[in-house]
Structures are given as C-alpha cells and as structure tokens.
T-cell receptor, first 114, second 114 residues
Framework: GQQLNQSPQSMFIQEGEDVSMNCTSSSIFNTWLWYKQEPGEGPVLLIALYKAGELTSNGRLTAQFGITRKDSFLNISASIPSDVGIYFC??????????????FGTGTRLTIIP | NAGVTQTPKFQVLKTGQSMTLQCAQDMNHNSMYWYRQDPGMGLRLIYYSASEGTTDKGEVPNGYNVSRLNKREFSLRLESAAPSQTSVYFCASIRVGAESDTQYFGPGTRLTVL
C-alpha cells in the first residue's frame, strides 16, 4: 500500500522559533492534509491542499503541495506554547468516484521548551 | 451540531470478549471511516463506508467487522478481542472537495485488551 514518510519524528524548540516538517510519498496524491492532535483528542484539520504547487496559509501556519504531488511541507512561524501536539500529514487518493481514502504519516511530536 | 460522537470513551476487555464501538455523525456526510492509532504508527484505516449500505476494507481489517446502519451511524465490532487490538480507535466523517475545508474526527475510544 501507499506509505508516507513524515519527518522529523519529534522536535524540541524554544518558544518563538519557526518549525518545519515534511512528508514524502511513494505515490502521488490528489489532496494533502495537515492535522494537529492534542492529548486525549482526535485529530483536527489545520490546512487542506488540493492542487500541485499550491501554497496555503492559516494564521502562522503555511503548507505547500509539492509539484510532483508526492510531498508536502508544513511551517509554523513564531511558535507559541499552544502549538504543542502531534502533527500528522495525510494524503488522499481518489481511486473510485466518491470513495476517498486517507493515508496518514506517522506524526511529528512538537515540544516547546519554555 | 455535535459533529462526530463515539461511545464508549474507554473500554477494558478480556481476550476473547466481544464488543461494538459506536460512531455517529450529524453532518450529513456520505463517507465514514474507522482508524486505529498506535504509538509510532500514525493512523491506520480499518474499514470505511463510502455510502449507506456499502463498506470496504482498509489497511488493517483483520479481526474487525463493520456495519453502516444508516447515513449517520457506522459501528465497529470486535468479535473476539485480542491483546494486539489494544489501541485508540477513531471514527471519522469526511467530506473532501475543492470547496470543503472540514474533516471531522471523533474524540476516540481507548481500548485495552488484557
């Protein structure tokens, strides 16, 4: 099946620093999604990307859909304590009409050092 | 509008016991999904349902059965629980498209099989 390699696995940064993480795939996707998960909660969608080359921002978050459709990155600028959590990328391949399926990366755990 | 709800939140089973995890969404979404989340593995798709009355296997379907009772509800059943099924289970209701910006996950069910 499709696999997503997400890196880094974990990050320890100081408040105010910028963060960058990325995902690469062995096959192409039609959609890239970035989620954040906090302890005891389900993943929450941060950014959705629908076109190759697309660059989308959501506040301090910026994500890009790679031109090859096999990769995506997420940047967080000027990190704050509430950014702590696990960030997941997910790719969607449309293999049957109306039959969307997501493949998730293994996650990047972000810890902010006071 | 409650989004996606899951019951129970926590469950402890003995090996060989059976149980059903319930999921419901009130957003009139066609597609529903069951994932399991294990440390270092990200989210893996167990089963999904593109529409009422249809279900398909995901990446890790063995040991599970599902039922799409109606458009709102999608249940996951463990007929004979095994320790390897200890995990956190997430139900998701997804609408993906160029004009969509929302993907909903439930809060999760934490299952321990002894």
């Amino acid at each position: 099946g499709q696999q997503l390699n997400q890196s880094p696995q974990s990050m320890f940064i100081q408040e105010g620093e910028d963060v960058s993480m990325n995902c690469t795939s062995s096959s192409i996707f039609n959609t890239w999604l970035w989620y954040k998960q906090e302890p005891g909660e389900g993943p929450v969608l941060l950014i959705a990307l629908y076109k190759a080359g697309e660059l989308t921002s959501n506040g301090r978050l910026t994500a890009q859909f790679g031109i090859t459709r096999k990769d995506s990155f997420l940047n967080i600028s000027a990190s704050i304590p509430s950014d702590v959590g696990i960030y997941f990328c997910a790719g969607q391949s449309l293999f049957n009409f109306g039959n969307e399926k997501l493949t998730f990366g293994t996650g990047t755990r972000l810890t902010i050092i006071p | 509008n409650a989004g996606v709800t899951q019951t129970p939140k926590f469950q402890v089973l003995k090996t060989g016991q059976s149980m059903t995890l319930q999921c419901a969404q009130d957003m009139n979404h066609n597609s529903m999904y069951w994932y399991r989340q294990d440390p270092g593995m990200g989210l893996r798709l167990i089963y999904y349902s593109a529409s009422e009355g249809t279900t398909d296997k995901g990446e890790v379907p063995n040991g599970y059965n599902v039922s799409r009772l109606n458009k709102r509800e999608f249940s996951l059943r463990l007929e004979s629980a095994a320790p390897s099924q200890t995990s956190v289970y997430f139900c998701a209701s997804i609408r993906v498209g160029a004009e969509s910006d929302t993907q909903y996950f439930g809060p999760g069910t934490r299952l321990t099989v002894l």
